[in-house]
């Protein structure tokens, strides 16, 4: 049984030459029905959406940061690292868009996009990271003084 799933495509199919359809389902005995490249395209939305927030979260802090003026004592290395999450995080968007378009079921494919994902898989993690160090160095928006009456 081994020997079997080494020779297992991406598809589910056994050394076929054929490929799958975008649109066609891989049938097997006894399991639900899965489109391979329906799941990959709404994992990589969902990856999208969560990019988009985080963007705008970015967005939000930068703003923030900006508008505590250079008095702030973590300035420059907040205003630094959150530009590079909103570089990394845009760079992250265009790979998932490169990977929602090639074809899974492609084999001559499959090895560009692992790459693909990798790659995306690790700018995720340094943008976590660097994410950790933004709140690390806290982003808070400026007080107002207390008015005397």
Same mark, same amino acid.
């Given at each position: 049984?081994? $020997?079997?799933?080494?020779?297992?495509?991406?598809?589910?199919?056994?050394?076929?030459?054929?490929?799958?359809?975008?649109?066609?389902?891989?049938?097997?005995?006894?399991?639900?029905?899965?489109?391979?490249?329906?799941?990959?395209?709404?994992?990589?939305? $969902?990856?999208?959406?969560?990019?988009?927030?985080?963007?705008? %979260?970015?967005?939000?802090?930068?703003? $923030?940061?900006?508008?505590?003026?250079?008095? @702030?004592?973590?300035?420059? *290395?907040?205003?630094?690292?959150?530009?590079?999450?909103?570089?990394?995080?845009?760079?992250?968007?265009?790979?998932?868009? @490169?990977?929602?378009?090639?074809?899974?079921?492609? *084999? %001559?494919?499959?090895?560009?996009?692992?790459?693909?994902?990798?790659?995306?898989? $690790?700018?995720?993690?340094?943008?976590?990271?660097?994410?950790?160090?933004?709140? %690390?160095?806290?982003?808070?928006? *400026?007080?107002?003084? *207390?008015?005397?009456?």
């Amino acid at each position: 049984m081994a $020997a079997l799933s080494d020779n297992m495509e991406m598809n589910g199919r056994l050394e076929d030459s054929e490929h799958l359809r975008d649109d066609e389902i891989v049938r097997r005995p006894g399991r639900r029905h899965l489109n391979i490249n329906h799941y990959a395209n709404k994992k990589s939305a $969902a990856e999208s959406m969560l990019d988009i927030a985080l963007l705008m %979260a970015n967005a939000s802090q930068l703003k $923030a940061v900006i508008e505590q003026g250079p008095t @702030f004592s973590f300035y420059v *290395p907040l205003i630094a690292l959150i530009t590079v999450s909103l570089v990394l995080q845009i760079v992250v968007g265009v790979l998932l868009i @490169f990977i929602v378009k090639y074809d899974l079921n492609n *084999p %001559a494919k499959h090895a560009k996009l692992d790459n693909l994902n990798n790659a995306t898989t $690790a700018l995720v993690f340094i943008i976590v990271v660097v994410n950790i160090f933004i709140t %690390a160095f806290g982003v808070q928006k *400026p007080m107002e003084a *207390p008015t005397k009456v």
